[in-house]
């Protein structure tokens, strides 16, 4: 199997003091001792004295010993990612009118520990007292910024197709694009389970788990809690490929977080229930529909009528240029305001509009991207009736 520069180089950390200390030991491949010199790991006469035992003894192989630290490292992955970004956001009702300039900073290591069981930590920049950023703001006269514990989760496959995690971990249900429920920056924690099995010709998937949002005394009735469950399946059809799914999102009483408050909700109880669907399709150039409606079942207070939220869009590749457009419209009460996407009008519920998306990807692991919103949010909030647009410019690398 061709071996990757990650690969690699993890093998040429384990390899480079034994190396160094017997250069003869054993032949390598160029491409390690190409990185070892590259790193200073060896010096140029080491280099060269390896090369020519590479070339004298072809048949030379690695200790036991040190396959199994080899194989070892071959479980530990490295990957991160960086965002810059540009922001200019205006309104006419006095919601965070700026241009700013902003970063957002992840590198996580991810481990397989057995051959069932999965481990992974990722530290990231950014506020730790939201949950839906991940940017920090270039405005504190080149202060040390903060960083904090963006994932933190042990994912078991305890049987074939049931995984078992807990800690804290990226959403585990199916969903499509657009944030509308959960913000993309959103990682939960509590407990999760998610079976996925053939049926037919399709892949149904299921989920449940339990998430804790605020553990309020020793008795965990009194927790503040969120309980989950979805089904989905995703399928093929005449040469269209198709997800569709059901979720419901139940909150424990006295989930009135003043954070969703501040963005609009007024009601105290929220079960949302929810169906997506996505199709994609090849009309010259690959298309992709997908919709989504939300309802809570549970909303109350005086605008407890201001229960639903929907979404239409479509999105295509052309190339290395990606495009998107959604239209959504989204009442008072229709979704959690602390944890639906948080640059749509500012977060706000009781708003509406567009998201215009265009990107390029220049290689790889490194692209440029721009997105428009275009809203406008209704009388009910504390901000009242207006226009809120931003425009964001992205240059993204992943390594």
């Given at each position: 199997m061709k071996q990757t520069k990650l690969s690699a180089a993890i093998?040429?950390?384990?390899?480079?003091?034994?190396?160094?200390?017997?250069p003869a030991a054993f032949a390598v491949d160029k491409e390690l001792l190409d990185i070892l010199k590259a790193n200073g790991?060896?010096?140029?006469?080491?280099?060269?004295?390896?090369?020519?035992?590479?070339?004298?003894?072809?048949?030379?192989?690695?200790?036991?010993?040190?396959?199994?630290?080899?194989?070892?490292?071959?479980?530990?992955?490295?990957?991160?990612?960086?965002?810059?970004?540009?922001?200019?956001?205006?309104?006419?009702?006095?919601?965070?009118?700026?241009?700013?300039?902003?970063?957002?900073?992840?590198?996580?290591?991810?481990?397989?520990?057995?051959d069932n069981v999965k481990a992974g930590i990722r530290i990231s920049s950014g506020k730790n007292d939201t949950a839906t950023s991940t940017n920090e703001t270039m405005d504190?006269?080149?202060?040390?910024?903060?960083?904090?514990?963006?994932?933190?989760?042990?994912?078991?496959?305890?049987?074939?197709?049931?995984?078992?995690?807990?800690g804290k971990f990226k959403q585990p249900w199916q969903q499509v694009?657009?944030?509308?429920?959960?913000?993309?920056?959103?990682?939960?924690?509590?407990?999760?389970?998610?079976?996925?099995?053939?049926?037919?010709?399709?892949?149904?998937?299921?989920?449940?788990?339990v998430f804790s949002l605020d553990d309020n005394g020793s008795s965990s009735s009194e927790d503040e809690t969120i309980n989950f469950a979805q089904l989905a399946t995703?399928?093929?059809?005449?040469?269209?490929?198709?997800?569709?799914?059901?979720?419901?999102?139940?909150?424990?009483?006295?989930d009135n977080n003043p954070l969703a408050t501040a963005k609009g909700n007024d009601a105290t109880q929220f079960q949302l229930i929810e169906l997506f669907g996505e199709t994609s399709?090849?009309?010259?150039?690959?298309?992709?529909?997908?919709?989504?409606?939300?309802?809570?079942?549970?909303?109350?207070?005086?605008?407890?009528?201001e229960d639903t939220a929907w979404l239409l869009g479509v999105g295509t590749k052309m190339g290395k240029w990606k495009a998107s457009y959604d239209y959504r419209e989204v009442e008072l009460n229709s979704v959690f305001a602390a944890f639906n996407d948080s640059d749509f009008a500012d977060g706000y519920t009781d708003s509406e509009g567009s998201r215009w998306k265009l990107s390029y990807e220049i290689n790889k692991n490194f692209s440029v991207g721009t997105t428009y919103l275009d809203t406008e949010m209704g009388t009910l909030t504390s901000k009242g009736e207006g226009d809120v647009d931003t425009w964001q410019i992205d240059l993204k690398a992943k390594f």
């Open positions: 093998k040429a950390t384990l390899l480079g003091t034994s190396m160094a200390l017997a790991a060896i010096t140029e006469d080491q280099y060269t004295e390896l090369s020519m035992s590479n070339m004298m003894n072809k048949q030379s192989k690695p200790s036991d010993a040190m396959l199994k630290k080899m194989a070892w490292a071959g479980k530990i992955k490295v990957k991160g990612d960086l965002r810059v970004r540009n922001e200019n956001r205006s309104s006419s009702n006095g919601v965070s009118t700026k241009g700013r300039q902003r970063y957002r900073a992840r590198i996580g290591v991810y481990a397989d520990v057995t504190d006269y080149f202060e040390k910024d903060d960083v904090g514990i963006d994932l933190a989760y042990i994912n078991w496959t305890a049987l074939s197709g049931l995984e078992l995690m807990g694009s657009g944030g509308m429920v959960w913000d993309g920056d959103l990682n939960p924690e509590g407990v999760a389970a998610r079976y996925t099995t053939q049926l037919g010709g399709a892949k149904v998937i299921t989920s449940a788990g995703q399928f093929k059809v005449a040469g269209a490929k198709s997800k569709f799914g059901v979720s419901v999102f139940d909150f424990s009483e006295g399709v090849d009309l010259g150039l690959p298309v992709k529909l997908y919709g989504h409606y939300v309802k809570n079942n549970d909303a109350d207070g005086v605008n407890s009528g």
